[in-house]
């Protein structure tokens, strides 16, 4: 799924807010807008990550740094506007960021009620150093009392808008996290209800079965039988320490004569025939040639 990185404004002074100036601010109230829609973004599949509160003025350099090491398919920068005006605002990099910008304009003016515009601005740092495509948006003007008193009373709103335009640019369903009995999977909404019928009537039941009894495999060697290493074999047993096998007793090039079996019949002591070389070997590992 889509990687998105929220940026909320972030100033080293906080511009004051019209609606609140002793309460609030730019910074304060773009981030309580984006505590709106992460939980919108991410009930649609989105994985999420956002910028540290802390990263204030020249800390936005180390949100850029972040998204781009995470790997970031969309950045995403919400802030509000100051001069007296009354609109929405998208700034991108170049023409090519213009269709995403545009699923976002017609988005937000589903709920919002003035204009909204889209213009080109490779002049800003968090624009121009992210290597994701960067949706910079102004999303209100902080000193237009009409206009941010009603950002405050539509934050739920707008952070919709703005996931559904986010699922409109991936290509996958919109969930509504506040909308009980729906789920989305890989990237589809699914009817939990129906979900669990469809698991009900297709569901297989699968009869626990025992574990099958491994019984050794029988042994034909026994004591006084004529033996060599099959070929392969390079270990002697754990008698003899498993200890390296010489080459000139490998790949049956020396008949050895079983003198006795031991290990609860896993391994068999052999000699060979001056009997001037002993050693246990495992069973598995010995052909029987006479």
């Not at 990263?55 to 180390?62: A, F, L, M, P």
């Not at 009409?146 to 369903?173: L, P």
């Amino acid at each position: 799924m889509a990687k998105i990185y929220l940026s909320p404004a972030a100033h080293a002074h906080d511009n004051p807010c019209s609606y609140d100036r002793k309460n609030c601010g730019e910074n304060v109230h773009c981030n309580r807008y984006m505590d709106e829609l992460e939980p919108y973004l991410r009930a649609c599949g989105f994985e999420v990550k956002r910028a540290d509160k802390g990263n204030t003025g020249d800390g936005i350099r180390v949100s850029v740094r972040e998204a781009n090491d995470w790997g970031a398919n969309l950045y995403y920068v919400a802030h509000t506007n100051a001069g007296g005006g009354c609109r929405n605002g998208i700034m991108i990099y170049s023409e090519a960021s213009r269709a995403w910008a545009e699923a976002l304009r017609k988005r937000r003016l589903e709920v919002y009620p003035r204009r909204s515009n889209i213009s080109v601005n490779p002049n800003l740092y968090e624009i121009n150093q992210t290597k994701a495509p960067c949706l910079y948006e102004e999303l209100v003007f902080h000193d237009n009392l009409e206009d941010i008193t009603w950002f405050h009373g539509h934050m739920r709103e707008m952070a919709e808008a703005t996931s559904k335009a986010f699922c409109d640019i991936f290509g996958v369903s919109f969930v509504d996290p506040y909308k009980k009995g729906e789920v989305a999977i890989m990237g589809k909404v699914v009817n939990v209800e129906e979900l669990k019928a469809w698991i009900d009537t297709h569901a297989v039941e699968v009869e626990e079965q025992p574990e099958p009894e491994v019984k050794p495999e029988p042994v034909a060697i026994k004591a006084g039988d004529k033996v060599v290493f099959k070929s392969g074999v390079t270990q002697w047993g754990t008698g003899s320490g498993n200890k390296g096998i010489p080459s000139w007793a490998q790949d049956g090039k020396t008949t050895f004569t079983v003198l006795e079996i031991v290990k609860d019949g896993t391994e068999a002591r052999i000699g060979n025939a001056s009997g001037a070389y002993t050693g246990t070997a495992y069973l598995k590992g010995l052909e029987k040639v006479g």
